[in-house]
């Protein structure tokens, strides 16, 4: 596979295996905790690829290179976490709360991307976004 196309795929793959896990998660479970056994896995298991991911820098190196966005991440990642963990909850389908978030984030993006990034879109961009909203709306709708 090329190293174009794995990202994707595993991205997929990845998304795919964590709506199945979110939605398996027992209702007992307090959701905080959930989160906190989670990413004991995921720590443990990106401590063991950072150990074989080949030319890259250690610990120490990594942490004097970070930033404010290495730090937002976590908590984005918590935030995303505990928000898929509670509208499953609430009785969110599987097949719509990923489509209804995503959708929902790229519209939001858009306006930061435009202004932030300097991203240009083009006719068929916009179509699709209004494609987006469109569907947004209609998934949103019982």
């Known amino acids: 596979m ?7 795929v595993l991205t997929v793959g ?7 896990s979110q939605k398996s998660v027992p209702p007992g479970m307090n959701p905080f905790l959930v989160i906190i056994l989670a ?8 401590v063991a690829c950072a150990l074989v991911y080949p030319g890259r820098k250690n610990l120490l190196e990594s942490l004097k290179l ?10 984005a990642a918590a ?8 509208a499953y909850r609430a009785g ?10 995503n959708a929902a984030a790229a519209i939001a993006l858009i306006p930061i991307g435009i ?5 240009q ?15 947004l709306v209609l998934v949103m709708r019982d």
């Not at 202004?115 to 991203?119: G, I, R, S, W």
């Not at 879109?121 to 569907?135: A, D, P, T, W, Y």
Request: glycine residues 8%; aromatic residues 18%; proline residues 1%.
């Open 121 to 135: 879109l083009s006719v068929r961009n916009i179509l699709g976004l209004i494609f987006c909203i469109f569907g």
């Open 66 to 75: 970070s930033n404010w966005a290495v730090f937002t991440l976590g908590a």
């Open 39 to 46: 990413y004991i896995v995921g720590i443990a298991l990106c």
């Open 115 to 119: 202004l932030a990034y300097k991203d």
């Open 92 to 101: 969110w389908k599987i097949s719509m709360a990923a489509v209804a978030t």
């Open 79 to 86: 935030l995303i976490e505990l928000g898929f963990l509670l």
């Open 2 to 8: 090329s190293a174009y196309y794995f990202p994707f």
């Open 14 to 20: 990845g998304m795919v295996l964590y709506h199945l």
